[in-house]
């Protein structure tokens, strides 16, 4: 994780240097990311990029928790629009996170981040990917009462969080386009709704 120096820079430098990492990181995937190009864009000395962060995979295991936090964040506004309707706010937030897929620069970063999980050994930054990857973000404080009191809470994360994932790796695989991929989604969710509020 990052120093208190990275911490201490202004906002602005700080999401330079994370807009630059994830540039790199659309660019290739971890294994063949690069400082210099990271520095370079960034437009910091790359000795500061030492003085912020230990090495190249410290920076993305951060950059990947940060953008974890900004998805869930966005999700919790997602469900304050639809009244805490989290089968609902699932389903917004899962079109919109296919409509920015859209951008060939976060379709490659997101294709990056699967090879990555895929090909990384440390089993650190590999949760990390799967953390972001799998888009968990129904924790028992946003879920239905009664859903967490009854024990079902983490059986709906967990299949919310493999139709996710498939949904959104065979989108990006490119097997289906963009509305096949919405649709499929809502269905799952649609009937996971039908099951978990018998």
Known sequence: MPTNTFINLSKDKRLRILRAAKSEFSRVPLEKAVIAN????AKIPRG????????????YKYLLDYLYGFDKYRFVKTLEKTDNDVY????????NKVSSLEKEKNRQFRLN??????NFQKSE????????????YLEEDVLPFEMVKKGTANKLRDLVMIIGKNCISNYLLKMIGKEETINDYNQYIDFLKIEFTK
């Open 125 to 136: 930054t590999k949760a990390i990917a799967l953390k972001y990857s799998s888009e968990d």
């Open 113 to 118: 981040v699967m090879q990555t999980m895929m």
């Open 38 to 41: 990271i520095v370079k864009n």
């Open 48 to 59: 500061s990029f030492y003085q912020y962060f230990d090495d190249i995979e410290d920076l």
């Open 88 to 95: 609902e706010a699932l389903k917004l937030n899962f079109a």
